[in-house]
């Protein structure tokens, strides 16, 4: 007689489960909008993640071109500052035939116009 006691003790017990609540979908259906704004959430979260990325790889690239143009501006100016030593501009006209005079340049006297040029 205990066991059959014990027996309907367990079976008139009701039962309690995690999941009474989610029957049939109920609780979902109650919550689809909820589950929405978190959908739309997570897309929103991954696309500013990768547009932080591009954003970040294009910085990167910009950076990486400014100093390649930084040391070829550098290199171009000494490479003009040199040739433009007087030794190295008298090298680059020898073969044309210009020599650096030895005269001192001749003053051409300022030509004043006359009363009677005027008039």
């Given at each position: 007689?205990?066991?059959?006691?014990?027996?309907?003790?367990?079976?008139?017990?009701?039962?309690?489960?995690?999941?009474?609540?989610f029957n049939?979908?109920?609780?979902?259906?109650?919550?689809?909008?909820?589950?929405?704004?978190?959908?739309?959430?997570?897309?929103?979260?991954?696309?500013?993640?990768?547009?932080?990325?591009?954003?970040?790889?294009?910085?990167?690239?910009?950076?990486?071109?400014?100093?390649?143009?930084?040391?070829?501006?550098?290199?171009?100016?000494?490479?003009?500052?040199?040739?433009?030593?007087?030794?190295?501009?008298?090298?680059?006209?020898?073969?044309?035939g210009l020599?650096?005079?030895?005269?001192?340049?001749?003053?051409?006297?300022?030509?004043?116009?006359?009363?009677?040029?005027?008039?």
């Amino acid at each position: 007689m205990t066991d059959q006691a014990i027996n309907t003790n367990k079976s008139t017990k009701p039962k309690r489960s995690f999941l009474k609540g989610f029957n049939n979908g109920q609780w979902i259906t109650k919550n689809i909008n909820f589950f929405l704004f978190l959908s739309v959430l997570a897309i929103v979260y991954i696309a500013n993640g990768h547009m932080a990325d591009k954003t970040i790889r294009n910085i990167n690239k910009t950076q990486k071109e400014l100093k390649d143009l930084q040391y070829e501006y550098k290199t171009l100016k000494s490479e003009v500052m040199f040739k433009s030593e007087e030794m190295q501009v008298m090298k680059a006209v020898e073969p044309l035939g210009l020599k650096i005079s030895k005269d001192v340049p001749q003053r051409l006297p300022l030509e004043t116009p006359t009363n009677k040029e005027t008039e």
